[in-house]
């Protein structure tokens, strides 16, 4: 209860992020506690679009649904933002079904949208990611 507690402490900053011409509403989790905190505990995106992971360094990433209640995708950028991998993440049944999406390339940023995000929007491999 107490970590439950202590990570919602925490406010993401809030940017506009743009791929393909869509612009996307995202809570930025550029610092160790933001990442580890991720969408944990979370019933739906609310007034978000979704969340940008961004890294220190270039290397393959990991996640994983550990206490995350939302079916999602992620897509991950290298370090000249242009998307690599995109995979579709499962809401686990219990701790023992958890898995980790490792990024199949080194990557720099992640993004974590609703589940299917990136086909809807026939947002592909090669898009470019643009920061405001």
């Known amino acids: 209860m107490i970590f439950y507690l202590l990570i919602n402490l925490y406010a993401f900053e809030v940017k506009e992020i743009k791929i393909k011409n869509i612009s996307l509403k995202v809570e930025v989790a550029d610092e160790d506690h933001e990442r580890a905190k991720g969408m944990m505990f979370r019933k739906s995106?609310?007034?978000i679009d979704g969340m940008l992971?961004?890294?220190p360094t270039l290397k393959e990433q990991s996640f994983w649904m550990k206490n995350?209640?939302?079916p999602l995708s992620i897509g991950f950028f290298d370090a000249q933002k242009i998307l690599i991998?995109?995979?579709q993440m499962a809401v686990p049944k219990s701790q023992k079904e958890l898995k980790n999406?490792?990024?199949i390339k080194p990557a720099k940023y992640a993004l974590e949208v609703p589940k299917g995000w990136f086909q809807k929007n026939k947002v592909g491999l090669g898009s470019r990611l643009d920061i405001k």
């Open 101 to 103: 999406y490792k990024s």
């Open 53 to 55: 992971f961004i890294f």
């Open 45 to 47: 995106f609310g007034e």
């Open 85 to 87: 991998d995109i995979q």
């Open 68 to 70: 995350t209640l939302i």
